[in-house]
């Protein structure tokens, strides 16, 4: 079943922060987020495994609660480059059966 | 700098004619995933593989699309005969790792426009 990403837009100001959600109503093994922009191909952002832990990549961090069976993507001092669709991409065992949300598209304005 | 090679980048093709995407995966990286996307339905797995072995298809519309691996270096995805409805933006992607505890990274897709 597939991942339910909340919100499903949402609108910035370049600086301000914005946290994006995924929820599956499955146990889940990891977790991946992807951006993509329009036209392009899906970005790796990060993966989380089984755990729950709390990853960074520069302003862009994500945790993971396993037992809610959730993920969020922190987006802080958000920067024009942001701008983009976010997905969360889930599994519930260690194959690659990767199930993807509809998708967060976020926008940061100047 | 390594990265998923996919051809054609676009193709519009009349209804009933036969589509073959090509993907040349990452040189090593043996796991190899076609996905589609729409705007109604998002990124859907249609197939993958490991070591050229399809692994599970069952994403895939058996009657029409069909997936192979003839060697490691390239991956075919076939629609015969295609239909309006396949229009989409067509994935290939890779992973070398036997997890999914690591990175899939992503071809720049197929644009399937079927009129």
């Known amino acids: 079943q597939q991942p339910v990403q909340s919100p499903q837009a949402v609108i910035l100001r370049e600086g301000e922060d914005a946290v994006i959600n995924c929820s599956s109503s499955k146990a889940l093994y990891s977790v991946h987020w992807y951006r993509q922009k329009h036209g392009e191909a899906p970005v790796f952002l990060m993966i989380l495994l089984k755990g729950g832990e709390q990853k960074g990549h520069e302003k862009i961090s994500a945790s993971f609660n396993e037992k809610k069976q959730q993920s969020s993507l922190y987006l802080t001092a958000s920067q024009l480059s942001y701008s983009g669709t976010y997905f969360c991409?889930?599994?519930?065992?260690?194959?690659?059966?990767?199930?993807f949300g509809k998708g967060t598209l976020l926008t940061v304005n100047p | 700098d390594a990265r998923v090679t996919q051809t054609p980048r676009h193709k519009v093709t009349e209804m009933g004619q036969e589509v073959t995407m090509r993907c040349q995966p990452i040189l090593g990286h043996n796991t190899v995933f076609w996905y589609r996307q729409t705007m109604m339905q998002g990124l859907e797995l249609l197939a993958y593989?490991?070591?050229?072995?399809?692994?599970?298809d069952s994403g895939m519309p058996k009657d029409r699309f069909s997936a192979e691996m003839p060697d490691a270096t390239l991956a075919t995805l076939k629609i015969q005969p295609s239909e309006p409805r396949d229009s989409a933006v067509y994935f290939c992607a890779n992973s070398g790792q036997e997890s999914s505890g690591n990175t899939i990274y992503f071809g720049e897709g197929s644009w399937l426009t079927v009129v």
């Open positions: 991409g889930t599994a519930s065992g260690g194959n690659y059966k990767l199930t």
């Open positions: 593989f490991r070591n050229r072995a399809p692994l599970d």
